[in-house]
């Protein structure tokens, strides 16, 4: 029987974590509040109000099916073997795989969200998250619920590849949890010429924009070294900010959380009112 120590010690390790996700999301909204890019986007705003609104839906829903999908990723990462790669990690070479796997990881999501702008199915799940009109450190979790569960289920590529110990599985979930967070906050951070060298709030927020000479530019999310290589960059000038989200002709509500890829097909086959 396991008694209360034990339970304590299992759960030590998780409350860390997330004791450090709430103490960088709480820094980061600080300086959305100290620093803003748009003033108006306090917590009483309409659209951040809604973003809050529909993050909360998606990730109910992602949660409830979270089980589901990780079943189904354990069993493709088994049938690789549990990772098909064995990297060191003793000494130097620690850092040596950790930075490699770091480098293979963005690459692997550059070309993912890509592709989530090339393929029309895709794109239909992912608009869902460029649909804020709104930027703020939660939009980061603003992706349509079947989007975040097929990512999980389909394509836990790194630990196919990888065979990678605990501490290292920490120190990637820590590393990649920055660029979601601190690309979509309502930060005005000023890099001058170090702009394109690591992932920020300006330089995603170019890929969000209304602009047409913006779209389908600055996918990657730690280093922007991926679109110059790929030439999908767009290198903000100083005080760029445009604004952001989709051209759309109706309000986005709550039951879009649900069934927003679809939304476009209900709503043309539903009656017309007549004006």
């Known amino acids: 029987m396991i008694d209360g120590g034990h339970l304590l010690a299992m759960a030590a390790p ?4 997330v004791a450090i996700v709430f103490a960088i999301a709480a820094y980061v909204r600080l300086l959305e ?3 803003p890019i748009d ?3 306090s917590l009483r705003n309409r659209s951040v109000i809604s973003d809050w609104k529909l993050v909360g839906i998606s990730a109910s829903l992602t949660s409830l099916l979270t089980p589901v999908a990780a079943m189904c990723g354990a069993l493709i990462i088994n049938a690789a ?3 098909l790669i064995t ?7 620690y850092v040596v795989s950790l930075v490699g796997v770091v480098l293979l990881l963005d690459l692997y999501k550059y070309w993912h969200h890509r592709l989530k702008h090339m393929i029309p199915c895709l794109w239909a799940m992912h608009s869902f998250h460029h649909s804020a009109e709104a930027l703020t450190w939660a939009t980061g979790a603003r992706h349509y619920w079947l989007e975040a569960v097929l990512d999980a289920a389909l394509l836990p590529a790194i630990p196919i590849l990888f065979h990678l110990p605990g501490s290292m599985v920490w120190a990637l979930g820590v590393i990649n949890f920055f660029p979601d967070t601190c690309a979509h906050a309502n930060v005005r951070i000023h890099l001058g010429r170090f702009v394109a060298w690591i992932g920020n709030p300006q330089w995603h927020r170019i890929h969000h924009s209304l602009q047409p000479e913006h779209f389908d530019k600055n996918f990657a999310g730690l280093l922007p070294l991926w679109d110059i290589v790929f030439g999908t960059a767009w290198i903000p000038r100083p005080g760029e900010y445009p604004a952001t989200g989709l051209d759309l002709d109706e309000k986005i509500g709550v039951v879009d959380a649900i069934v927003w890829p679809f939304r476009r097909y209900f709503r043309a086959s539903a009656p017309q009112t007549a004006r």
Not at 14 to 17: A, G, L, W
Not at 87 to 93: A, E, I, T
């Open 33 to 35: 509040w100290r620093r």
């Open 87 to 93: 990297l060191p990690s003793h000494g130097v070479w």
């Open 81 to 83: 073997g549990g990772g």
């Open 39 to 41: 003033a108006s986007l």
């Open 14 to 17: 998780h409350v860390k974590d």
